[in-house]
């Protein structure tokens, strides 16, 4: 059920391009700072456009309450996961909640295959280089039910995109990491509507700079610029 939103309604985006095959071992900072009258929640969550999926929802991968004068910071490395959990039909406003996260790669370990055993144990099998590195598959046996359980991918153990199973299915799934921060309310691994939110603002992390500072301000407009010192 969809639940409703603070009028708020602030977005900014945060852009980081980066190879889809690319090893990255950096660990990226974002800096929160509420300088807003609003009590609300920080949401992160990841949108592509372009990945070319349809019925895939983002899901918020980051979502903490804040007051006004709140600092929070999130931290991550791209690094990729499968995910799937027993959420019934997926709509807007539904929390997912992983009850499988199995690491992955973009070259190696990049497909798996959600099955089920006994008679109604769902659980990821089988997983092993998929037919194109860059890509992550997700394969779906026979016996899956429509409208039971959900699957995707994530980022650093948590949740980014998920969409409905059914039976004798396969998902490709090409990643390629970017960053959008809202503010409302929000739960973690809530599915979102993410084309009924707007307003939004990009940035690009700079070569060199994996800590960028994002502040919502009084007249809820945002000044985002590389992490300093002082923040």
Not at 77 to 90: A, M, N, P, Q, T
Not at 138 to 156: D, F, K, L, N, Q
Not at 193 to 208: L, W
Request: with cysteine; net charge negative.
């Amino acid at each position: 059920m969809s639940k409703r939103r603070l009028s708020i309604g602030v977005i900014l985006v945060v852009l980081l391009t980066a190879a889809a095959f690319a090893a990255d071992g950096e660990e990226y900072t974002l800096i929160f700072k509420n300088q807003s009258t609003m009590v609300g929640d920080v949401c992160i969550f990841q949108h592509d456009p372009d990945m070319g999926m349809q019925d895939v929802m983002s899901v918020a991968w980051f979502a903490k309450g804040a007051a006004p004068t709140t600092r929070l910071t999130f931290r991550w490395s791209i690094d990729y996961c499968f995910v799937w959990g027993e959420v019934g039909k997926l709509a807007s406003g539904i929390v997912f909640e992983a009850a499988q996260t199995w690491e992955a790669d973009l070259q190696t370990l990049n497909a798996i295959t959600l099955t089920r055993i006994h008679g109604d144990i769902y659980t990821f099998a089988d997983q092993r280089a998929g037919a194109y590195a860059g890509n992550l598959y997700i394969y779906s046996v026979g016996t899956i039910p429509s409208g039971e359980v959900a699957v995707g991918i994530g980022m650093s153990g948590r949740p980014t995109y998920v969409t409905n199973a059914q039976p004798n299915w396969e998902w490709v799934f090409t990643p390629t990491p970017a960053y959008w921060i809202t503010f409302g309310t929000f739960e973690p691994g809530e599915a979102l509507d993410v084309e009924s939110i707007s307003r939004k603002a990009a940035i690009v992390f700079p070569d060199g700079v994996y800590s960028m500072t994002a502040i919502l301000h009084e007249n809820n407009t945002w000044t985002v610029t590389p992490t300093q010192e002082a923040d």
